[in-house]
């Protein structure tokens, strides 16, 4: 069973074509292969001879098409299966007359058009109109001429049932693998994009958002009223931070930097955000935290870096930091505009980038606020 499907769903399209395609051509073949095989007995049964033989032709003309999608030759399968029913609707309709339903596989062709083929959008209606034309001839043709053969009754039913059955299974085949390629498509899209924007909102080295994702988040969070409690905000910078890398390089200083990176997104995710500002700062948000509180955290966090041994090839490496902190004034309900919220930003993110080198240039490894 499993080397039966293996072989059903063979991959193989071709130039320029998805496996879609293929699929459809193939399984529909299939379909009209099993279809044509139930004719084929209906017709032994009545003794229709002349049916028989072109079911069984018809029948042929189906398994020739199946083989050609195993032979990158969609196009030329495509033409052999729509030409097999054209012929197939042509015949039943002038033998047997309109109420057998065989007309109804102009739907087919006509879906087969839109979500099989890649002509452009002028084809597909070229395509559709030529269908259209078919249909209005059979019924022009049964308008005007009797069939060939009568059918009785029950005969009728069995033929518009076995056509109808099969003319349902052929559009949802159809349908089915039009819309499960296209939903495919747009959740790959979907992923892509999600993970485009993720990797333009975080640094490469670190995976701290960056700039742009904190100054959106600063403002979204203002803007949308989350704030109850203020915010602080806090610049830090790695102390000597040049020395590493030009003496143990900057495999050394990369290493450092992602493990303060782990550490900062393990103790703000309570708080609020860590962001890789540039180089070797950092910018620290902290929700609904008044300065007191901020300062306060910050130096559970100070503590947690001057005591932390960073391995990197058989060495310990330990670094200090020096933080600038201060408060952000929010405006007033009047005044939240996105201008007015992004000043408020570049103000607080200022000052405390000023108390930063206010506490450089006091011998560093502290906090100013």
């Given at each position: 069973m499993d080397n039966f499907i293996d072989v059903l769903v063979k991959d193989v399209t071709g130039e320029n074509e998805g496996r879609r395609v293929s699929y459809m051509i193939r399984f529909n073949?299939?379909?009209?292969?099993?279809?044509?095989?139930?004719?084929?007995?209906?017709?032994t049964f009545y003794r229709m001879s002349v049916a028989?033989?072109?079911?069984?032709?018809?029948?042929?003309?189906?398994?020739?098409?199946?083989?050609?999608?195993?032979?990158?030759?969609?196009?030329?399968?495509?033409?052999v299966f729509a030409a097999v029913l054209c012929a197939w609707m042509a015949y039943f309709v002038a033998w047997w007359g309109w109420e057998c339903g065989v007309q109804h596989f102009v739907f087919v062709l006509i879906t087969l058009a839109f979500a099989g083929t890649y002509v452009s959008d002028f084809g597909k209606i070229l395509l559709s109109i030529g269908v259209f034309i078919l249909r209005m001839l059979l019924y022009i043709w049964h308008m005007s001429h009797e069939p060939v053969e009568h059918l009785a009754r029950t005969v009728s039913i069995i033929f518009q049932m076995i056509n109808i059955i099969t003319?349902?299974?052929?559009?949802?085949?159809?349908?089915?693998?039009?819309?499960?390629?296209?939903?495919?498509?747009?959740a790959k899209l979907a992923r892509y994009n999600a993970k485009l924007?993720?990797?333009?909102?975080?640094?490469?080295?670190?995976?701290?958002?960056?700039?742009?994702?904190?100054?959106?988040?600063l403002s979204e969070m203002i803007l949308g009223g989350e704030i109850t409690r203020g915010v602080s905000v806090a610049i830090g910078d790695?102390?000597?931070?040049?020395?590493?890398?030009?003496?143990?390089?900057?495999?050394?200083?990369?290493?450092?930097?992602?493990?303060l990176a782990s550490t900062f997104s393990s103790f703000m995710k309570d708080h609020g955000m860590a962001v890789r500002w540039g180089g070797e700062e950092f910018l620290f948000i902290f929700k609904n935290e008044n300065l007191d509180d901020a300062a306060y955290l910050l130096n559970k966090l100070l503590d947690k870096i001057r005591f932390s041994h960073i391995e990197w090839n058989d060495l310990d490496l330990q670094v200090t930091m020096t933080f600038g902190v201060t408060d952000m004034e929010i405006p007033m309900d009047a005044d939240l505009t996105p201008q007015a919220v992004q000043a408020s930003i570049d103000e607080a993110i200022t000052f405390a980038d000023k108390k930063l080198y206010m506490g450089k240039a006091k011998g560093r490894n502290m906090i100013i606020m």
């Open positions: 073949a299939l379909l009209m292969c099993f279809y044509f095989m139930c004719w084929m007995s209906v017709f028989i033989i072109i079911s069984a032709m018809a029948l042929v003309a189906n398994m020739v098409a199946v083989e050609m999608t195993y032979q990158k030759r969609n196009g030329p399968a495509r033409i003319i349902f299974v052929s559009i949802v085949i159809i349908l089915f693998l039009f819309t499960h390629d296209k939903m495919e498509t747009e924007m993720d990797q333009a909102g975080h640094d490469h080295l670190t995976r701290l958002p960056n700039r742009t994702k904190a100054l959106a988040y790695i102390d000597y931070f040049k020395k590493i890398n030009d003496t143990y390089g900057h495999d050394a200083g990369d290493a450092v930097l992602r493990f």
